[in-house]
Antibody, heavy 118, light 110 residues
């Protein structure tokens, strides 16, 4: 079964750091661009970051640029998002997603909740 | 990276058709044929319904269709069914390796 499973979410204080992970299974992970998309409670979807299949190219939304780092380990079939200098407005469910064609996403994880609060 | 504009809500009776709009600019929706639509049930992950403006992934009913005119894309759901009640989000490539989503539309089946 094609599957993405996120982990690593939790409660963190403002200014703190957290790394969330996304374990892929059932497909050739190393062949796909991967993305992180977040959704604040009761709000819409927001694109966060993307990474090329071989990890050689990354991009970020302006709101997280310089604070978040996307990476991947193709040997472990795992995608990561390192989040530093966290702010209250980063509170959201973080989804990883697989690119289907161009800039669209056919497989999503169940999401992991990140709460930034003192 | 401004969000695309969607109506907050839409509704229709079973069997009817409903169209949800998604308005952007020439830098996103109008500039690329990379508009997608997602269906999301409460507390669930989104599901891809339409990609590249008009294409349907395998398994998506042909009651769902997409189109685009200028800076506005549209999702039409024909023959509304109770299970179509969900939130719908559009997205578009916005250049410079960025993707932008719409604010979402809550579809109610009356």
């Amino acid at each position: 079964e094609v599957q993405l499973v996120e982990s690593g979410g939790g409660l963190v204080q403002p200014g703190g750091s957290l790394r969330v992970s996304c374990a892929a299974s059932g497909f050739s992970f190393s062949n796909y661009w991967m993305y992180w998309v977040r959704q604040a409670p009761g709000k819409g979807l927001v694109w966060v970051s993307r990474i090329k299949s071989d990890g050689s190219s990354t991009s970020y939304a302006d709101s997280v640029k310089g604070r978040f780092t996307i990476s991947r380990d193709n040997a472990k079939n795992t995608l990561y998002l390192q989040m530093n200098s966290l702010r209250a407005e980063d509170t959201a469910v973080y989804y990883c997603a697989r690119e289907y064609g161009d800039n669209d996403f056919d497989i999503w994880g169940q999401g992991t909740m990140v709460t930034v609060s003192s | 990276q401004s969000a695309l504009t969607q109506p907050p809500s839409a509704s229709g009776s079973p069997g009817q058709s409903v169209t949800i709009s998604c308005t952007g600019t020439s830098s996103d929706v109008g500039g690329y044929n990379y508009v997608s639509w997602y269906q999301q049930y409460p507390d669930k992950a989104p599901k891809l319904m339409i990609y590249e403006v008009t294409k349907r992934p395998s398994g998506v009913p042909d009651r769902f269709s997409g189109s685009k005119s200028g800076n506005t894309a549209s999702l039409t759901v024909s023959g509304l069914q109770a299970e179509d009640e969900a939130d719908y989000y559009c997205s578009s490539y916005a250049g410079s390796n960025n993707v932008v989503f719409g604010g979402g539309t809550k579809l109610t089946v009356l």
